[in-house]
């Protein structure tokens, strides 16, 4: 661990952002807790940085008197000695981000709903104070150790830098279709990448990927509508997403409280545990002392479906089948078929 010229101890690096890197760190006050260094970019002149600097540090300073149980705490700002970085000390989620879960593959609905009320009460709270996100993503939505879902990096991106900060972090795709016609960001644009932000859990990356880009859709207009849904996606919730994502912003939810209100009208059930493969997809779901499976094998002229039921392991039994396609059949008929199957 190095020391830096406060009591501050920085440990081992937790992840890496557009602008920087998140380390652990021990303060004797705090305890453990996140710290995230920004640095100066090698580009950038020390006019540039000096602004963005002090961009940065005022928008954390009013983060640091922003209190609520869904946004990460801001403990405190500081800024090295050679004044070539910022610090920025947060408390330390230990449930890390969702960024690792939506590469692994689609998380359950219920825990889908769970996790965005949680970020909407956080959202509505800080707009409340003023404050637009313009980042929300997996990477920026952190759990705590009882599995609280808490925002991070709220109101640290600016109108100015929205469009480098996304290409320097991968995430085009989170800005919304006015940003991209010269329009600022506002809390609409917030409700759009939350809707953007539900879609991506609900299906995971292997799934998400297989669409064409959407920074090569969203300006034209439409992405909404042509959103690929894993079959198991409840039609109310594609409904709702669909309204987050609306090109015109007068057509979505018009803030997050009613957002809120949207999500929690959803449906959980029925519930089942995803797996996106390139080439299958699986569904299970634990009744009793069985297990329902729905199996797709999937290519672009070749789609086959079936589903049985099998014992838990270690009780007794046998497989039964419960239905499936009648041999290949096309990918669009495959989908319909499941939908129906899986109660979307």
């Not at 729905?294 to 672009?300: D, G, N, Q």
């Amino acid at each position: 661990m190095s020391k830096l010229h406060s009591d501050l101890q920085i440990g081992n690096k937790l992840g890496s952002g557009a602008f920087g890197q998140v380390h652990v760190g021990q303060d004797p006050a705090l305890g453990q807790v996140a710290v995230k260094i920004l640095k100066r970019k090698p580009n950038w002149d020390k006019h540039k940085w000096d602004a963005w600097k002090a961009s940065f540090l005022a928008e954390a300073q009013n983060l640091s008197r922003a209190t609520h149980d869904h946004v990460v705490k801001v403990h405190g700002i500081l800024e090295a000695e050679d004044g070539e970085s910022a610090m920025i000390c947060m408390a330390h989620c230990s449930g890390g981000s969702l960024q690792e879960p939506f590469e692994r593959g689609p998380i359950p609905i219920s825990t889908v709903r769970k996790v965005g009320t949680d970020v909407l009460l956080g959202l509505s709270a800080l707009h409340a104070r003023g404050m637009i996100h313009r980042d929300l993503k997996p990477a920026n939505i952190l759990l705590d150790h009882r599995g609280n879902a808490l925002i991070g990096d709220f109101g640290l991106v600016t109108d100015d830098i929205a469009f480098g900060y996304a290409a320097d972090a991968g995430y085009y795709d989170h800005l919304a279709y006015e940003f991209w016609h010269g329009k600022g960001t506002s809390v609409k644009t917030d409700v759009w990448a939350f809707g953007a932000t539900l879609y991506r859990l609900l299906h995971g990356k292997q799934w998400y990927d297989e669409a064409p880009s959407p920074k090569d859709l969203i300006k034209h207009g439409g992405f909404a509508d042509g959103l690929k849904w894993l079959p198991h996606v409840p039609k109310k919730w594609r409904r709702a997403i669909r309204k987050m994502m609306e090109d015109d912003s007068s057509k979505r939810y018009q803030s997050a409280e009613q957002a809120l209100g949207a999500l929690s009208g959803l449906p959980v059930a029925p519930a089942w545990e995803t797996t996106v493969q390139p080439d299958k997809i699986r569904w299970e779901q634990v009744a009793g002392k069985r297990r329902n499976v729905v199996e797709w094998k999937r290519a672009p002229r070749q789609n086959e479906w079936t589903a049985w039921s099998e014992p838990i392991q270690g009780m007794a039994g046998r497989k039964k089948s419960l239905g499936g396609s009648k041999g290949i059949v096309p990918a669009k008929q495959a989908i319909s078929e499941l939908e129906k199957y899986l109660g979307a």
